[in-house]
């Protein structure tokens, strides 16, 4: 039964849905954030290392902002200050949406309160080490067990490569492929550590466990040599394995049976890929370990296509960003607009294709400023990346009265077209007079006719939190 005054956080939605922290009358506050090191992680883009905090007041709960840069919003309504929490009140930050209801947890499954570590020197000691390219010169069974175990890692790697095909962010699919490691390998708990930029550490990016009860119980010394040596690392069960029967210290310790692969991209070691099974459980194989091991090739390959097409993505961006604004006359006049049509996809909750076309229509629509649209549309039809865009850019001018070029009107203008009209007005209004006041331009922008008056007030609310200013 639940304790009197015990309630929980509970996360809706994105790659840590499901887990729930207990929050119970006289505890203590705890911080939600992108950091491993917040009392409640959550990997969201717009998430702030430590962005919120939740915390007690006479056997009540509140909630304040951390002065993030994107805002906490409960229920919809953006915080301006501490704000009293209520069972079935939705907290959200960025797209990731946590309710807080009463009852406690199952388990706390956050990622840095799970997660315990333990510095083992004999069980190092008793673990097999193998450069990453020796993998294939391992022994096969001379039973019927490969072509059993070949069809399960067949089975596995195509279900990886299938994940990691998918669009969608590289956290979501990274949690995807632990939790299909976990089921077919199977495994007690699968990781994926990696460098925090900004401490240096090793943490924990990723954490899938088979059950909501099980804290994983991490081998410090086998995660340093695997990620500081480029070593593959595999640890047998001392119970199971009849090297070890003469080390009764081992069976006294219950040790687990471990895997650790590095997880490489473009070459270098970026951080590793750690599964482990219980006490109680049969020692890893082997043909597991080679597993783990193509796994994380084909996550440090995504990775490095991702990070590629990122590349690729900023190059275009650049590129049309100083072309648009060579054609604009007007000097950051294309900046203005795709900054705010940045800001305003975000507050609007676009996906990041969408993100993407909104902020290049801002700077296309620039160059149309001063020359033939419909020519530059054509011009530009046969360069993918950017034709959606060219299409939606032609639109900037367009009011939702009809009193645009085109004469489209009402539904006939999305909201990604209404949010580029707005941003295209914000962006020459504010180029024309740059000493102007924001509330003044704003003002200026409500006064015009057939402006779409939700999408102004969004660009207000991203001049107040700053995001119309943030490049």
């Not at 190092?124 to 059993?148: G, I, N």
Request: proline share 5%; net charge negative; hydrophobic share 40%.
């Amino acid at each position: 039964m639940d304790q009197p005054g015990t309630c929980k956080i509970r996360i809706l939605n994105g790659p840590y849905r499901g887990r729930e922290k207990t929050v119970s009358a006289g505890g203590r506050a705890f911080t939600i954030g992108r950091d491993a090191e917040a009392s409640i992680q959550i990997l969201d883009r717009a998430a702030s290392r430590f962005h919120c905090e939740i915390f007690p007041v006479g056997g009540m709960w509140f909630v304040r902002d951390l002065e993030s840069k994107n805002g906490t919003h409960v229920n919809d309504d953006r915080l301006t200050d501490e704000e009293l929490l209520r069972p079935g009140d939705v907290i959200r930050i960025g797209k990731t949406e946590l309710v807080f209801e009463a009852g406690a947890a199952v388990s706390d499954e956050d990622s840095s309160a799970r997660v315990s570590y333990q510095d083992d020197p004999e069980l190092l000691s008793h673990t097999l080490e193998f450069r990453v390219d020796e993998l294939s010169d391992l022994s096969e069974p001379t039973d019927a067990a490969p072509v059993r175990d070949g069809n399960k890692g067949l089975r596995i790697l195509y279900q990886v490569a299938r994940i990691l095909s998918d669009p969608g962010a590289d956290s979501e699919r990274e949690a995807r492929v632990m939790e299909v490691l976990i089921g077919a390998l199977p495994a007690e708990c699968a990781l994926v550590f990696r460098r925090d930029a900004a401490t240096g550490k090793l943490v924990p990016s990723t954490v899938r466990t088979s059950g909501p009860h099980i804290q994983p119980v991490i081998s410090r010394s086998i995660v340093k040599k695997t990620f500081t040596e480029n070593k593959a690392l595999h640890s047998a069960d001392a119970r199971e394995d009849s090297r070890f029967d003469r080390h009764a210290s081992i069976h006294a310790k219950d040790i687990r049976s471990v895997l650790c692969v590095p997880l490489p991209v473009s070459g270098t070691t970026r951080g590793v890929l750690y599964l482990s099974r219980g006490p109680g459980q049969a020692a890893f194989e082997p043909l597991d370990l080679e597993l783990a091991s193509a796994c994380a090739l084909q996550i440090g390959l995504a990775q490095q296509a991702g990070e590629e097409r990122r590349r690729q993505r900023d190059l275009l961006d650049r590129t049309v960003a100083l072309l648009a604004g060579a054609a604009a006359g007007l000097p950051g006049l294309a900046d203005r607009a795709a900054t705010a049509c940045d800001a305003l996809a975000a507050a609007m909750g676009l996906d990041e294709a969408g993100r993407l076309r909104l902020r290049r229509a801002g700077w296309l629509q620039a160059a149309y400023r001063g020359g033939d649209a419909a020519a530059m549309t054509i011009a530009l039809e046969g360069v993918e990346p950017l034709a959606d865009a060219a299409a939606l850019a032609q639109q900037a001018r367009e009011r939702i009265d009809g009193s645009g070029p085109l004469g489209l009107a009402g539904e006939d203008l999305d909201t990604e077209a209404r949010a580029l009209a707005v941003a295209a007005a914000w962006a020459e209004a504010a180029s024309a007079d740059p000493g102007a006041e924001a509330e003044v331009v704003l003002a200026r922008l409500r006064s015009q006719p057939g402006l779409d008056p939700n999408a102004i007030l969004l660009l207000q609310g991203c001049h107040l939190d700053g995001s119309l200013y943030h490049d």
